[in-house]
Every structure is written in structure tokens, then in C-alpha cells.
């Protein structure tokens, strides 16, 4: 599985979007774009996934980069209740997902 | 809808004791999957069933750990001659098939500490 990069933590207004970077440089052509989140003592929750074209739904839009070698994660309106950790994930279509250290996006009033 | 649970929510255990915890996966869910996160880390992989069959326990970090998934619902965990390293958050999720368009849900997890 290819790696991802990103930045350790990040702090967002609420009310205001969050975009969250993620590099995956190494992507292979056959490999998606998985982000989950996990809220403190909770189980990671799925976000969303992409394979090359943007993606949205009632959570969040994911933006691919047209070399697929990064992508944001973008919460539109990011609320008290979207602090967590954000983990974007590259993988095939096999079974596991492979989590890296995440993001801890601190959403502050 | 239900989710997947799991119990014990937390486990305490003394070294070399043995311990079992449950996952209840979605129901229709094929594909089962355990992982285990240690404290301020991302979970890591440990095994992976379709159906009753474990088709890949690559990431069991050693003989002492063992799963079971016998009529393809229920899976239990089982961890002989607890060590203290075991100690972390185990969690199961579930999935309607494999990727790419099936999302994994997760359970809250089984804390186990290891006295």
C-alpha cells in the first residue's frame, strides 16, 4: 500500500470549511483514496473515498489532484463536533486498510 | 440500525491470563475485521474473515493470538498468556464485501489493559 503524509494537527474556526491535506505520492494507478475519522473512545468512522474524480456527499467533498498525488478532505462548514483525528488511507481494492498517524483537527468556537 | 458491537467494552486482565472478546457484526455483513490500536497510534490490521473463512491473518502479531468466525456472524478474539503489551483497544468492523464501494463500520472497541 502506497504511504500518506499529513500534517499532524490542524485547528479550524467553526462555522468555517477545514480542508485537510494528504500526500500519497507513491499512488499506484489502481489504488483509492480512503478517509475515516475517529472521535475520542470512539470506533473510525468512513468518510468518504475516490479513485481519481472529486467525490462528495452529505459529509464531506474529497478533492483529487489530477496526478493523484495528493488530496484534501474538505469538511464545508466544520462544527465542535468534527474534532478528531482524520485519516486518509491508499489502498487497493483488497482488504484491509492501513492507518497512518492521522490528523487531529481541533475545531474552536 | 444496529451497529457493530462488541464486548467487553473494557477488559482488565492480569499477565498470562487468557481472554476472549466478542464482535457482533452488522447483520448480512460478510466481511469481518479485526484491528488493534495502541494508545495515541492508528489502528493496525490483525485479521480478516469472509464469511466463516479467515482469509488473511497476516497481522497477528503472534501464535498467542487467535480468532474465529465459525458460522460466519459472531467472531471472538482470543489472547492466551496475556503479556502487558497487549494492552490496547481492539476493534472490530464490518463490511457488506470487499472494496473498493464497501465501506468497513467499526465497533467502539474492547479496551484490554494487562496488569
Not at chain 2, 457482533?24 to 464469511?51: C, K, M, R
Not at chain 2, 465459525?70 to 492466551?80: F, Y
Request: charged share 20%; glycine share 8%.
Amino acid at each position: 500500500d502506497a504511504k500518506t503524509t499529513q500534517p499532524t494537527s490542524m485547528d479550524c474556526a467553526e462555522g468555517r470549511a477545514a480542508n485537510l491535506p494528504c500526500n500519497h505520492s507513491t499512488i499506484s494507478g489502481n489504488e483509492y483514496v480512503y478517509w475515516y475519522r475517529q472521535i475520542h473512545s470512539q470506533g473510525p468512522q468512513y468518510i468518504i473515498h475516490g479513485l481519481k474524480n472529486n467525490e462528495t456527499n452529505e459529509m464531506a467533498s474529497l478533492i483529487i489532484t489530477e496526478d493523484r498525488k495528493s488530496s484534501t478532505l474538505i469538511l464545508p462548514h466544520a462544527t465542535l463536533r468534527d474534532t478528531a483525528v482524520y485519516y486518509c488511507i491508499v489502498r487497493v481494492a483488497e482488504s484491509k486498510l492501513v492507518f497512518g498517524a492521522g490528523t487531529i483537527l481541533r475545531v474552536k468556537s | 440500525g444496529a451497529g457493530v458491537s462488541q464486548s467487553p467494552r473494557y477488559k482488565v486482565a492480569k499477565r498470562g491470563q487468557d481472554v476472549a472478546l466478542r464482535c457482533d457484526p452488522i447483520s448480512g455483513h460478510v466481511s469481518l475485521f479485526w484491528y488493534q490500536q495502541a494508545l495515541g497510534q492508528g489502528p493496525e490490521f490483525l485479521t480478516y474473515f469472509q464469511n466463516e473463512a479467515q482469509l488473511d491473518k497476516s497481522g497477528l502479531p503472534s501464535d498467542r493470538f487467535f480468532a474465529e468466525r465459525p458460522e460466519g456472524s459472531v467472531s471472538t478474539l482470543k489472547i492466551q498468556r496475556t503479556q502487558q503489551e497487549d494492552s490496547a483497544v481492539y476493534l472490530c468492523a464490518s463490511s457488506l464485501g470487499i472494496f473498493p464501494g464497501y465501506e468497513q463500520y467499526f465497533g467502539p472497541g474492547t479496551r484490554l489493559t494487562v496488569t
